[in-house]
């Protein structure tokens, strides 16, 4: 079983939509989770930290199933420049900066 | 911050050859990460270095890949001989351990083709 896993998609979803992306990891030790987002032909970037309590950043809305050990991206009102790759990220606990990414979910936002 | 620097940017090499990859780091960052992306396995964690030293290199595929960091503003990943099955996007990434935050901050990536 892999450590990190995410449905590739693509999703193609209308300007406007609702989009939601899963990330399910194995090991329970799991402390950091992230969701970068990576442009066609770019480099990954962080786009939000995931805290326990959930958390939002204007139409972005991560949460945190520790019970069921996954995280979730909720889109909404979703714009063509949302059209990406996000890459699910954990981090086991211990002193080091060590992170496994996702195979990445592709969105296609259509007009 | 000039961010994190790449070279090269494209690389198109004959088996067999020797391959050198090089990378600067965001100045002050303490993490080095080398990572390698293709399509059928996504991003994966080749080696990592903390002030300088390798940590984990568990990742390297084979003895084939080396990489150094002979001070904190530089690093390479070497690939002697170099194979097909190379072929793919090398990032570099960098970061600042600070308490909770764990942001890597990736290079453009070197693109490699071995043909």
């Known amino acids: 079983r892999k450590e990190v896993e995410q449905d590739p998609g693509p999703f193609n979803v209308p300007e406007g939509a609702t989009v939601a992306f899963n990330c399910t990891y194995s090991?329970?030790?799991?402390?950091?989770f992230f969701w970068y987002r990576q442009d066609c032909r770019k480099e990954p970037k962080l786009l939000m930290s995931?805290?326990?309590s959930g958390n939002e950043d204007g139409r972005f809305t991560a949460q945190l199933n520790r019970a069921s050990q996954y995280i979730s991206l909720l889109i909404r009102d979703s714009k063509l420049s949302d059209s990406a790759t996000y890459l699910c990220?954990?981090?086991?606990?211990?002193?080091?900066?060590?992170?496994?990414f996702g195979i990445g979910t592709k969105l296609q936002v259509i007009p | 911050d000039a961010g994190v620097i790449q070279s090269p940017r494209h690389e198109v090499t004959e088996m067999g050859q020797e391959v050198t990859l090089r990378c600067k780091p965001i100045?002050?960052?303490?993490?080095l990460f080398w990572y390698r992306q293709t399509m059928m396995r996504g991003l994966e964690l080749l080696i990592y270095?903390?002030?300088?030293?390798?940590?984990?290199d568990s990742g390297m595929p084979e003895d084939r890949f080396s990489a150094k960091m002979p001070n904190a503003s530089f690093s390479t990943l070497k690939i002697q001989p170099s194979e097909p099955r190379d072929s793919a996007v090398y990032f570099c990434?960098?970061?600042?351990?600070?308490?909770?935050?764990?942001?890597?901050?990736f290079g453009p990536g070197t693109r490699l083709t071995v043909t």
């Open positions: 090991n329970s030790a799991s402390q950091s």
């Open positions: 990220v954990v981090r086991v606990s211990g002193g080091y900066q060590k992170v496994t």
């Open positions: 995931v805290y326990s």
């Open positions: 270095f903390n002030n300088n030293v390798p940590i984990d």
């Open positions: 990434a960098s970061s600042f351990w600070t308490s909770g935050k764990y942001e890597q901050y």
């Open positions: 100045s002050g960052h303490d993490y």
